[in-house]
């Protein structure tokens, strides 16, 4: 599975770079700044530039900033709108399986949790297809499994976007990182974008979390970005786990990270995700916790950084908080999610991942993003337009 790693450990990309951000450094510059550096980012963002530079983000997700949300709120509204209008992209996500090789020590999916594990057949996954169909008419589906290569690995894989292909235009996978040639492979079986959490780009921490399994190896992970953009993948989403390190310093280096990328590979689209920990399988609880006025500053923050990115929000969050996020810089969110595989129809005991704090159906969902004068879009990707 791993071949390549014999030639040069973890290949080349973000992690050959990453060491020359310091992260107690890059701690004590978020703490240092004052009010006067973020009234200079917001002139900046103000200014109507489409991209700040990593120092101007530091400032605006700083202690400091927390008296200037309102402001970071009315730009974040007034930037989402030109780009993307009044619109909020739907998705739904369907596991297929819950087996893993990892023992992270926060997930439900840890392999040393003693319980049945269920991978889905083909005959499961249409059955899916057809109840996520009966549900909403999705168009863009997030395809998910546990890290288990020898179960869940490319062919595999391949065999679900086959399936799922008739049914959905826009198909996303979150799963186990993968060579490059086989995110070329799956591109000719219609996958559309790959999501992956570093989950901390804490390289000191890494493995306490981590301590078994291929997530256990920083760089492998790291440099999976690099393997999803050099095999063309059209669109990666990114994200970091709120609650195992400092949020802050987290968050920075995932913006480096972007910027890194589309310098690299600019004819990509990237998407964030900031998930906060929820109650797991595991029982485990976060180190770091972020209110919801913090991550609602962090969305404006990341809006003003960036004008094009696509920003995420899932049912992990509660429906007012989701509900209030609609005009803040969030440009898609998920819907009726179940977390288990088989959930929407084959095996809705099994174990799943997290808790979904958002329990709505889609049509629910629908009605809140209209009440907000947004509109719900079920469909934006075809395969014409590749």
């Not at 009234?39 to 991209?51: C, H, N």
């Amino acid at each position: 599975m791993y071949e390549e790693l014999k030639e040069k450990p973890f290949g080349h990309g973000f992690a050959d770079v990453i060491d020359q951000y310091d992260w107690d450094a890059t701690v004590a510059a978020i703490d240092a700044t004052t009010p006067d550096d973020v009234r200079r980012a917001l002139a900046r963002a103000a200014s109507g530039a489409r991209q700040l530079d990593v120092e101007d983000f530091m400032a605006l997700i700083s202690p400091a900033a927390d008296p200037f949300l309102e402001q970071m709120a009315a730009l974040a509204h007034r930037y989402t709108l030109e780009r993307f209008g009044r619109t909020m992209s739907l998705y739904i996500p369907m596991y297929v399986s819950n087996a893993c090789t990892n023992k992270c020590v926060y997930c439900g999916f840890n392999h040393d949790n003693p319980f049945a594990r269920t991978t889905l057949t083909m005959e499961q996954v249409k059955a899916e297809c057809d109840a996520i169909k009966r549900l909403a008419p999705f168009d863009n589906i997030l395809i998910v499994s546990g890290e288990y290569p020898a179960l869940c690995g490319v062919e595999y894989l391949e065999k679900v976007l086959g399936v799922c292909r008739p049914y959905f235009n826009n198909m996303t996978i979150e799963v186990q990182p993968m060579k490059q040639e086989f995110y070329e492979r799956l591109t000719h079986a219609g996958l559309n974008g790959v999501v992956c959490f570093q989950e901390t780009y804490r390289r000191s921490a890494y493995k306490d979390y981590h301590p078994r399994g291929m997530k256990s190896h920083f760089d492998w992970r790291l440099n999976g970005f690099d393997r999803m953009g050099r095999a063309g993948v059209h669109k990666i989403g990114m994200g970091v786990l709120i609650g195992l390190e400092d949020w802050r310093t987290d968050i920075t280096m995932l913006a480096r990270h972007l910027r890194y990328l589309q310098k690299h590979y600019w004819r990509t689209r990237y998407s964030v995700n900031f998930p906060r920990m929820r109650p797991s399988e595991s029982g485990y609880q976060p180190h770091v916790v972020m209110n919801d006025r913090e991550l609602a500053r962090l969305t404006c923050a990341f809006r003003l950084f960036d004008h094009d990115v696509d920003i995420s929000l899932s049912t992990r969050e509660d429906p007012k908080f989701r509900d209030g996020m609609i005009p803040l810089g969030v440009t898609s969110m998920s819907a009726g999610s179940q977390t288990e595989p088989g959930g929407y129809a084959s095996t809705p005991e099994a174990l799943e991942q997290f808790e979904v704090s958002d329990s709505r159906t889609p049509v629910q969902v629908e009605d809140a993003i209209r009440r907000a004068g947004y509109e719900p879009v079920y469909k934006d990707w075809d395969a014409i337009f590749d």
